[in-house]
């Protein structure tokens, strides 16, 4: 999908945020008044807002910690994650921003799971439905075969990941946001792996690209992660006018957030 429109020039760009039943969705609430309050063009969100752990078949042997996990459940904590961002909108009768979603690979699962049992799940589960992605969001960047789906906005391309060559990978390395770059050759923005790193390089033409890998936006510690935790950033990035696949990107902190909009 492709959008041209030079009036979005303010934009707001949402990682992982990994909306989980464990844990409490204030943080969406502090969102949802920052976004109120600076009122951008547009809202893009990367995927995995919802972490849809019931569906997560690496813990299927860890029959204590599983067995507490409803799919119900994480659907309604999403839905309530999600109305707490729009709700000073709807409560003030307010114009959204543009607001684009993405599937994500933990979303995806729900999908990965109807295929795999299509006689009992087929028409039961269904993630844009059950989560009403099209009531909270203008448009659902589906996963394209088992890649997730590309948008360009302002020749910006937004990805939940890119993949590495004709594999299904995400591309990856210690500078994530230059190997990005030197994967796409335009302005990309991407989450995925929860690192936030930044990139900027020009042409021969002049014209600049900013290669972004956004972190997540999540503030607590899930079980499964070890010292990896530590390289990971939490909080969402301003794209400030944007014009032509440029932009001047600035990183807000999730306890900022919190702290300011509390």
């Not at 390089?201 to 600049?208: H, L, S």
């Not at 390289?231 to 301003?238: A, M």
């Amino acid at each position: 999908m492709k959008i041209k429109n030079s009036k979005l020039k303010l934009g707001l760009f949402i990682p992982d945020a990994h909306s989980e039943p464990e844990h409490d969705n204030k943080r969406f609430e502090a969102l949802g008044k920052l976004i109120y309050d600076i009122r951008p063009d547009f809202v893009v969100e990367i995927g995995d807002f919802t972490d849809f752990a019931s569906l997560c078949k690496y813990d299927t042997n860890k029959k204590v910690e599983f067995n507490n996990r409803r799919y119900v459940k994480d659907c309604e904590h999403s839905l309530d994650a999600q109305d707490k961002l729009w709700w000073q909108y709807r409560k003030n009768k307010k114009a959204f921003p543009l607001r684009v979603k993405h599937i994500g690979n933990h979303e995806h699962r729900g999908n990965k799971v109807v295929e795999a049992n299509p006689v009992l799940l087929e028409g039961k589960l269904n993630i844009t439905k059950d989560l009403d992605l099209h009531y909270n969001w203008d448009i659902v960047v589906p996963y394209d075969g088992d890649h997730p789906g590309y948008m360009f906005l302002n020749d910006i391309l937004f990805a939940h990941y890119v993949t590495n060559g004709n594999t299904s990978n995400a591309t990856a390395g210690i500078n994530p946001a230059t190997i990005l770059l030197n994967t796409t050759y335009m302005s990309t923005v991407v989450a995925h792996s929860h690192i936030y790193d930044i990139c900027i390089k020009t042409r021969a033409d002049g014209k600049k690209m900013v290669g972004l890998v956004g972190g997540w936006f999540v503030d607590y510690k899930p079980t499964y992660v070890g010292a990896g935790y530590n390289r990971w950033t939490s909080g969402v990035t301003l794209m400030k006018n944007v014009d032509n696949g440029y932009y001047e990107p600035d990183f807000i902190a999730t306890e900022t957030i919190k702290k300011e909009y509390r």
